[in-house]
Each structure stands twice: as C-alpha cells, then as structure tokens.
C-alpha cells in the first residue's frame, strides 16, 4: 500500500534526503509543498505529514492547530523538524498532539526510522475502525484470548442495530453512519461509566459492536441503561413522518412497499464462567443465538445467557 508522505517544506533539501534514505522503500513516496498550499496537502489526507520549521515564516504551533483542526487530518500523525531546542518551544507544539519533534541538525538513522516507526503504528492503528475510532477484530479477538487465559470471569454483550438495511435505503448511508457513531458512543459511555473504565467496546463491523465487562459488573443494569439511552435521542435521525407512522417503508427487489419497524437496539449476552468456553468462536457461537433471541424480540431489547457449565 502507498504511503503519501507530505512535508510542508519551503527548501528542497529535507525531500532530497528523504528520498535517498527510502530509496529502497518503494511504496514510500513524499510530497513537497509550501506554506501557500497546504490546503493542498490537507485534501489529500496523506499518511503523515512532516513540517521543517527552520524553512518557514509562520508560526509553528499555530499552523500545527490548523491541521488538528481540520476534521479529515485530526488523527494524520505529523513529525516536526526544528533547530529550536528550547524545551518551552517543544512543549508548546507537543501540546498541539504532534506525535514528534525531532531537533536539527538530522541525524539520518534516527529520521530514517521515526518515519518507518510512524508508518507501521498507522498500519496497526488502521484495524481500528476509521468510522468509530473503536477496535476492530484484532483487538477484540486479543481482548478476549487475554481474560480467557487469565480465567477470567466475564460477560461478553453483542450488540447490533435491526432494520439497518432499511434505514440505510431511505435515509442513506450517510446518515447510516451518523446513527452508528450514535449507537457507539452510547455503548462506550454507558459501560465506561459503569465500569470504572475497565471494560472493553469494540467494534465488529457494520452495525455490529461488542462489550466486554466483567461478570462482578452489572451488565443487566448496563443493557438497560444503553437502551434507554438509545431510545431517549434515537428519534432525531428519522423524519417526523416516519416517527408518526411508526415504520420505515421500503420497496423490494419486485418494487412492492414493504414495512419495516424503526431502527432499534439489541444485545445479546453471554455469561462467561471459568471452564465454560475455551476460546472466542465458541463464545461467538452462543453470542449469536442469544441476540438472535433478543432480535425477535419487537424494538429496542436484551437477552441474557446465563447457562453454567455441566459436568457429568
């Protein structure tokens, strides 16, 4: 995968170097442009930005909040290069989240590799959803493989919206997404709080997220409150003729108006004692069935498996 690299740089001189010490790093590909277009730079969103200080007029700290600033380039990691030593100086443009400030002259090595270093983590971070910044399946499948060995004892929640598909043809996938990022902060905020932030949410896919909190928590009171949550604001992404009826209608592949409930919230969850499961797709298996339950459910429900291990 390409990696557009953009310094805002008045001189040559740092590309030209740039270039030599990736001369091997094929995908590794750096633009250059000048204070009077980094407009240019920030619509293109590229993979890191790296500002040389020492060839420009502007002030730094405020050009770095510029592009904290800008909603597609707020997590773009950005390396800043400058001969200013003075610790107030460095604090100053750290503060803005610049992920590093690396003092002039340049030692090649070390360049070398906090550009390389940079990269990888972005590589990593992209198994995080770009939508809801939450872990993807990576973490997750980590998440539970961790507290399996550690014998923990734990309530896993899986949560998904039902009549998505039908809010996403009438309201589009826009404000599809708008309504997931809606339903992941309720999920984040709920079992945060009730928790004491030890808990865990990620984020499947689609209108797919799970939780994952211990099994001394109050998960029962912590569905209820993410659905009452969800219920209570739910409404501001439907139209007012929509809320009225009470249902979305939708035509199927044979143009005939089929009606669909309001998008509502369900979780399903699976009580996870030691000795019960002995991996995540086991755990998985039972998750499904048990939001299914709750799925057949009408409007915004849960469904607990308490179920204990049997022996014989």
Known sequence: ??????????NDELK??????????KEYKFQKVDTKRIDEALKNIPSLIIINEDTLDENIVELCQKIRQNEDNSITPIIVISSNKEKEHRIDVLREGIEHYIKAPIDDEYLFYTVHNVIRLLYTNRRVSPLTGLPGNVQ?????KKRLLNKEEFAMLYLDLDNFKAYND????????????FTA???????????NCTG???????????G????????????QSIIAEFEKNVGKYFNEEDIEKGYLEVPNRKGIIEEFALTSLSIGVVVVDKGRFHNALEIGEVGAQIKHLAKTIPGSTYSIDRRKETTE
Do not use: P, R
């Not at 589009?172 to 997931?180: M, P, R, S, V, W």
């Open 1 to 10: 995968m390409g990696q557009d690299i953009y310094l805002i740089d008045n």
């Open 16 to 25: 030209q170097k740039l270039q030599e010490l990736f001369k091997q790093e």
């Open 140 to 144: 997750i499948q980590a998440e539970i």
């Open 170 to 181: 009438v309201y589009g996938f826009l404000n599809g997404d708008e309504i997931i990022k």
């Open 185 to 195: 902060k309720i999920i984040v905020k709920n079992i945060e709080t009730q928790t």
């Open 200 to 210: 865990f949410v990620g984020h499947i896919g689609g209108d797919d997220f799970i």
């Open 212 to 223: 994952i909190v211990s099994a001394k928590d109050d998960y029962e009171g912590i569905c």
